[in-house]
């Protein structure tokens, strides 16, 4: 659960708890009220109590008169230092006082005589009465910290069981890594001391030197793509928003992919407009995003794909969409497919991937205050669409 889901899972569990514990309270008031309360009146006031006093101002009051009247009754008891006559008659005063609260006529004729016996009885009833309204808040309170703390718990563990997959994943890929840099670096290293040892042979030159170019190359996206997640990952970093014509960014990616695109033998569909559409943006992580996109399509998919590239204003938004004919991706590997250190099985198993690529678009694209999704197409003729949507400037 993120943040959000959290917090409405626990304003809606709030709501249902004070619900019902509200409507249990009103049952139980309803007897109490009915019931209880006057059995309590009529032992200690007999008939000369007025029913329409009685309210939890009243009971309250009465349970401090009570309270105080004791207090005086035992001062006088164990200080006999003092005027006991007076502490006495101070005590029964406000015994009285808390009386006639509950008196219609505001008279004492008729009311049994206030004892010590009599207040004591009367407060543990009154303190009885008031523990058991307390008790729905009580239970309600008790289940609603327990829901939370198993709740937190639950989040506590998935977040230990994210942190250690994302681990799991992060290391992996880290050796995968590693290991595609080792490995042109081997190559350039192995075939520069073969041609400069002179042990190449003429006709072979040109051979070595395109392996160099291309092991280079591999080398430069790796470590381009470790550098631009670092980046985009550190805390504060900035993009540098200026007015951008996406449209001339997007054929400027398809531009630079072109190639690569024609030696896959892809079929392409350019639908990108010629009227500028402006957005906010910082030029260079955006090309990066888009060319991912590109990259990542022309990796992953078969020679002879079809591949769809498009850029659809609507509204005060636009989509940039890459679409291809390949094969779907697995749902469990979808649901993750942003993630860092994700990657499908065929990239895995080819080494052609980082697990970074697509998790620097979502990055990137969320700098830039839109969204990017992966979604299934029908299949006439094509599978499977990244998309990005991007608020206008």
Do not use: W
Not at 149 to 155: A, D, L, P, T, W
Not at 222 to 244: I, M, N
Not at 249 to 264: G, I, P, S
Request: charged share 25%; hydrophobic share 45%.
């Amino acid at each position: 659960m993120n943040r959000s889901e959290v917090q409405s899972f626990l304003i809606g569990r709030f709501i249902l708890t004070i619900a019902v514990t509200s409507i249990v309270e009103y049952l139980l008031l309803t007897i109490l009220n009915g019931k209880v309360l006057p059995v309590i009146m009529m032992i200690y006031f007999g008939n000369n109590y007025a029913e329409g006093r009685v309210s939890f101002i009243t009971i309250a009051a009465a349970i401090v008169l009570t309270i105080v009247s004791l207090l005086l009754r035992l001062l006088a008891s164990l200080l006999p230092a003092l005027p006991g006559d007076l502490v006495s008659d101070l005590a029964d005063r406000v015994a009285l006082l808390m009386v006639r609260i509950f008196n219609d006529s505001g008279s004492v004729k008729g009311i049994p005589r206030v004892t010590i016996i009599n207040q004591t009885v009367f407060l543990l009833m009154l303190m009885m009465y008031f523990i058991l309204i307390a008790v729905p808040y009580l239970v309600s309170g008790i289940f609603y910290v327990r829901m939370v703390v198993r709740m937190m718990k639950k989040i506590e563990e998935d977040e230990h069981r994210r942190n250690m997959e994302y681990e799991r994943r992060r290391n992996l890929m880290l050796s995968d890594i590693a290991h595609d840099i080792r490995t042109p670096i081997t190559t350039i290293s192995g075939y520069s001391q073969a041609i400069t040892s002179g042990k190449v042979k003429p006709g072979e030159l040109d051979e070595y030197l395109t392996a160099i170019r291309n092991k280079s190359g591999r080398l430069t996206e790796l470590v381009g793509l470790l550098f631009d997640y670092v980046k985009l990952d550190s805390e504060g970093f900035e993009p540098d928003l200026k007015p951008v014509d996406i449209c001339e960014v997007a054929r400027e990616c398809v531009a630079f992919l072109y190639d690569d695109m024609e030696n896959k033998e892809m079929e392409l569909d350019i639908d990108i407009p010629e009227e500028p559409f402006v957005v906010s943006a910082d030029k260079i992580h955006l090309s990066r995003a888009i060319t991912n996109l590109i990259n990542n399509a022309v990796k992953h998919n078969e020679k002879g794909t079809l591949l769809r590239i498009s850029v659809l204003p609507e509204g005060s938004s636009v989509t940039v969409e890459v679409a291809d004919s390949g094969e779907k991706i697995p749902e469990e590997i979808a649901e993750h497919i942003f993630d860092p250190f994700v990657m499908g099985e065929s990239s895995r198993s080819t080494r052609n991937g980082s697990g970074l690529g697509l998790s620097i678009v979502k990055k990137t694209v969320e700098m830039h205050g839109g969204t990017v999704e992966l979604k299934e197409l029908s299949g006439d003729p094509y599978t499977k669409a990244f998309v990005i949507t991007i608020p206008g400037k």
